[in-house]
C-alpha cells in the first residue's frame, strides 16, 4: 500500500476525527446550556451558541490543516508581513518566522527549551511505529557517532561508493522502464515516482547496510513499506488519545508489520558485524565494511557503547527521513525538467564535458549548472513547506517578545522566504542557473558553444541567464535557504543527498528524454506540512538517440 493509496483510508480517519470534534463542540455547547437554572440557561444558550461555533469553525480550520496545510502556511505568510504568524493543526499550534535573526534564535535556544527530536517523535511516534525505539528529546553529544559517520565518514567515502552505486543504478534503471509498457509510438509509458523512490532506496540501501542488502529485492521492498507504514501508523496514532496509543500502536503494527521485518533483518546483519569484529581482533582475516553500520561501530565512545538494537534503531529512523525526502525532492526536480526539456540538452552537455570520473573525484559536489538547478527547483518548488522544526520544552521568548509555549512548534516557512522579493530577484521565476558563480557560467559557455549541437547553446537565452549577480551558492550550502534546517541541528546527509540525487537525475537525463503524457495533471497532493508528488503521474521516456546510437563513452558512461 503506497502512501498515495492509502489516502482514502487517512481521509476516512481524518474526517472521523473531524466529526468526533462537531459532536464534541455540539455537546460542550448543550452542556452549558442544561446544567443551570432557566434564566442562566437562557443566557448560556445566547452566549454559548456563538462560542461553541467559533470553537468549532477553529477545529475544522484546524482539521483543514491535514489536506492543506502548505496553502494555509502560504496565505497566512502572506498576511504576516515578515512578523511571526501562527496556524492551528489538529495536535497543537505551529509558530512560524520567517527572518533569519529569529532562525539564529532559535538556533541559539538548548535543546531542553527547543527540541528537534521531540518534534520528530510527535511526528514519527517511534515507540509504537519503530519497533519500541524511544530516543531522548535531547541528544547531546549522544548523537556523535551518527554525526561523525554522515558527516564525515560517508562523505570521505564518496569518491569510491559513487561509481559503485552508479553502476547499480544504470542496470537497475534500464531494467524498471524497460518494463514498462509501450505506447502506441513503441515508447515506454508509465509512473516515474516509483521508479525514482526504488532508485533512491538502492542507493541509500548501499551506503546505509552494504552491497548485499541493496541488492536484496525481497528487502528493499518490505523497506520502503516501511516508510508509508510508519506514516500510516503515525497518522492514526496522533489522533487518538495518548493512553490508546499503546494499545492501537500494537494491534496496528501486528497488522503492518514492514518495520518488524526490516528491524530483524538489520539485527541479524548487525549482530552478525559486532561478531565480525570480535574475531577481527582475535587476529581473524575479516576484512572491514565500508558503510554507515561499520563507521557507527567505529566512532561509538568505548565508555558507552551503542549496541545492536541502539545502530539499528538509529538507522531505520534515518533511512526513514531520508528516503522520503530525497525522493520527492528528485522527483519534482524531474517534473521541472519535463517543462523545460531544452534544459535537459545544456544538462547532457555538462556531464559529458565533465565526465563522471571527474565528478566522482570530487565527492559528486561539482556539476554546477545541475547544482544550481537541483537548487533552483527546490526553491521554488519545496516539497517541506516548514523548517527548522522544534518543540517547545520550557516557554521560550524570541528577543522581541513573542512567547510561544511548551507543545507547540516553531518553524521557519522556507516557502514564503525562498521567494520574498526583497531577498530574491524575480523570486516567481524560474531561473535554473541562479546561484552559478560567473567562472563557471562562463566556463560551461565555452564549451557549449564548442557542442555539436545547436541544441545545447541556449545558455545565451534569457532563461539561462544568471538573473542576478553575488547569489552564487552551492545546492548543500545552509547560508541562504532553509532546504537542510539550521546550524546546529542541520541535515547531515545533505553532501551524500546532492551527489546521489545528482547521480539518479544525471542517469536519466542521459539516457532518456521524459516528458509528462498530462503536462496540466495535478502533479502533488498535501498531507498536512508536507506536498507528495502523485504516484500515478505517468511520463513518456524515450532513449536519448545520442547516447543509444553511441553508446556509453568514457565520460558518459555509468
Ligand atoms: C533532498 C534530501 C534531503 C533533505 C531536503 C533533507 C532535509 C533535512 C532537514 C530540513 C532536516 C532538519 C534540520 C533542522 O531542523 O534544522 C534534516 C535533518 C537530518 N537529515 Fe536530512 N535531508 C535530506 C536527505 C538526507 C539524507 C540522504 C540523509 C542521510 C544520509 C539525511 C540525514 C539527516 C539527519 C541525520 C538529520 C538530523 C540531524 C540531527 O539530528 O542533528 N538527510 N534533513
Redesign the pocket.
Given at each position: 500500500m503506497s502512501f498515495s493509496s492509502a489516502l482514502p483510508v487517512l481521509i476516512w480517519a481524518v474526517s472521523f476525527g473531524g466529526l468526533v470534534l462537531v459532536v464534541w463542540a455540539l455537546s460542550e455547547w448543550a452542556l452549558g446550556v442544561w446544567k443551570d437554572d432557566i434564566e442562566t440557561r437562557r443566557r448560556a444558550a445566547l452566549f454559548s451558541l456563538p462560542r461553541a461555533l467559533r470553537l468549532l469553525k477553529s477545529r475544522l480550520k484546524a482539521v483543514a490543516f491535514v489536506f492543506q496545510g502548505p496553502a494555509i502556511i502560504q496565505a497566512a505568510y502572506q498576511q504576516s508581513n515578515g512578523a511571526p504568524f501562527s496556524v492551528k493543526t489538529p495536535s497543537n499550534t505551529i509558530v512560524l518566522i520567517s527572518d533569519w535573526h529569529r532562525i539564529k534564535e532559535i538556533n541559539a535556544a538548548p535543546e531542553g527549551t527547543l527540541s528537534?527530536?521531540a518534534a520528530a517523535k510527535d511526528i514519527l511516534q517511534p515507540k509504537h511505529t519503530m519497533s519500541g525505539f524511544d530516543w531522548n528529546d535531547t541528544?547531546g553529544s549522544d548523537?556523535a557517532p551518527?554525526q561523525m559517520t554522515?558527516r564525515s565518514r560517508?562523505v570521505g567515502y564518496l569518491p569510491i561508493l559513487l561509481p559503485e552505486i552508479r553502476r547499480d543504478l544504470a542496470a537497475f534503471i534500464d531494467k524498471r522502464t524497460g518494463s514498462l509498457p509501450r505506447n502506441k509510438l513503441g515508447e515506454m509509458q508509465g509512473p516515474i515516482f516509483p521508479i525514482i523512490l526504488e532508485a533512491v532506496a538502492r542507493s541509500?540501501a548501499r551506503?546505509f547496510f552494504g552491497p548485499e542488502l541493496s541488492q536484496n529485492q525481497e528487502f528493499l521492498i518490505v523497506s520502503i513499506k516501511t516508510i508509508e507504514q510508519t506514516l500510516i501508523m503515525a497518522e492514526i496514532l496522533r489522533m487518538v488519545p495518548g493512553f490508546l496509543s499503546p494499545y492501537l500502536g500494537q494491534f496496528l503494527s501486528n497488522h503492518l508489520n514492514a518495520n518488524k521485518i526490516m528491524n530483524a533483518t538489520l539485527t541479524e546483519l548487525v549482530a552478525q558485524r559486532f561478531l565480525d569484529r570480535d574475531l577481527r581482533k582475535r587476529g581473524q582475516n575479516i576484512p572491514e565494511y565500508n558503510d554507515c553500520i561499520q563507521w557507527i561501530m567505529d566512532h561509538c565512545p568505548k565508555h558507552k557503547p551503542w549496541g545492536v538494537t541502539r545502530i539499528v534503531h538509529e538507522l531505520i529512523a534515518?533511512w526513514f527521513?531520508?528516503v522520503h525526502?530525497?525522493s520527492t525532492?528528485a522527483c519534482a526536480a524531474v517534473f521541472d525538467l519535463c517543462d523545460h526539456p531544452d534544459l535537459v540538452d545544456i544538462l547532457r552537455q555538462e556531464i559529458e564535458h565533465t565526465g563522471w570520473l571527474e565528478f566522482d573525484k570530487s565527492g559528486g559536489q561539482i556539476l554546477p549548472l545541475m547544482d544550481s538547478f537541483m537548487k533552483e527547483s527546490a526553491r521554488l518548488n519545496p516539497i517541506?513547506s516548514v523548517?527548522?522544526?522544534r518543540k517547545v520544552l520550557r516557554p521560550f521568548h524570541f528577543s522581541d517578545g513573542t512567547t510561544v509555549q511548551p507543545g507547540d512548534y516553531i518553524c521557519s516557512a522556507p516557502g514564503g522566504m525562498n521567494r520574498d522579493p526583497a531577498v530574491w530577484c524575480e523570486p516567481d521565476e524560474f531561473y535554473p542557473f541562479r546561484f552559478v558563480s560567473p567562472q563557471a557560467y562562463k566556463h560551461a559557455n565555452t564549451y557549449m558553444k564548442d557542442a555539436p549541437r545547436a541544441s545545447a547553446m541556449p545558455l545565451s537565452g534569457d532563461r539561462y541567464k544568471i538573473p542576478e549577480a553575488g547569489k552564487a551558492t552551492l545546492y548543500t550550502d545552509i547560508s541562504d535557504w532553509q532546504?537542510?534546517?539550521?546550524g546546529k541541528?542541520?541535515?547531515?546527509?545533505?553532501w551524500?543527498?546532492s551527489a546521489a540525487?545528482k547521480v539518479i537525475i544525471g542517469l536519466l537525463v542521459m539516457k532518456y528524454d521524459i516528458a509528462l503524457v498530462d503536462p496540466a495533471a495535478e502533479r502533488y497532493f498535501s498531507w498536512r506540512t508536507f506536498k507528495y508528488p502523485y504516484a500515478s503521474t505517468h511520463v513518456t521516456i524515450r532513449p536519448n538517440d545520442k547516447f543509444s546510437q553511441k553508446g556509453p563513452s568514457d565520460s558518459d558512461s555509468p
Open positions: 528537534l527530536l541528544r548523537g551518527l554522515l560517508l541509500n551506503a534515518v527521513g531520508s525526502i530525497a525532492t517541506e523548517s527548522t522544526r532546504q537542510w534546517g539550521t541541528g542541520s541535515c547531515t546527509g545533505r551524500y543527498a540525487l
